[in-house]
C-alpha cells in the first residue's frame, strides 16, 4: 500500500509561480514511478509531469515543459511540483499518483496508477 497526500495549491494570477508537494508513504521503492496529473472542471484527468521515486528519471506533457519541473525532496519524502509562468489553462485539481515502475510510456495514462492522493485545487486567474 502507498499513501498520497497533495498540498500547496491555491489561488494566484496568470504568470504566477506555485509549488505542489506529495508526500508519499508505505511501500514505495526506487522503481516506483510518481505523476502529477490535472483534473479541469468536466474534464478527464491529463498528465502533467513525472518521475521515478529514485529521482534519476522525469517526464513532461508538452503544455508544461520549461515551466513545471518535478523533482523529489528526499528528506521530507515528497515529490513536488514547482509550477512557474502559470497560465489561466493550469487551473484544475492536481492528483499525484503513484505506479508500481516508472515507464515514460505508461506515464501519461491514468488508469496505470494503483494508488491515489485526494487532489490539491489550483486556481489561475486573468
Known amino acids: 500500500q502507498v499513501q498520497l497526500v497533495e498540498s500547496g495549491g491555491g489561488l494566484v494570477q496568470a504568470g504566477d509561480s506555485l509549488r505542489l508537494s506529495c508526500a508519499a508513504s508505505?511501500?514505495?521503492?526506487?522503481?516506483?514511478?510518481i505523476t502529477w496529473f490535472r483534473q479541469a472542471p468536466g474534464k478527464e484527468r491529463v498528465f502533467v509531469a513525472s518521475i521515478r521515486w529514485s529521482g534519476d528519471s522525469t517526464s513532461y506533457s508538452d503544455s508544461v515543459k520549461g515551466r513545471f519541473t518535478i523533482s523529489r525532496d528526499n528528506p521530507k519524502n515528497t515529490v513536488d511540483l514547482q509550477m512557474n509562468s502559470l497560465k489561466v489553462e493550469d487551473t484544475g485539481v492536481y492528483y499525484c499518483?503513484?505506479?508500481?515502475?516508472?515507464?515514460?510510456?505508461?506515464?501519461?495514462?491514468?488508469?496505470?496508477?494503483?494508488?491515489w492522493g485526494q487532489g490539491t485545487t489550483v486556481t489561475v486567474s486573468t
Open positions: 499518483a503513484a505506479s508500481l515502475v516508472f515507464d515514460v510510456r505508461t506515464a501519461p495514462i491514468a488508469k496505470a496508477y494503483s494508488y
Open positions: 508505505g511501500r514505495i521503492f526506487g522503481r516506483n514511478g
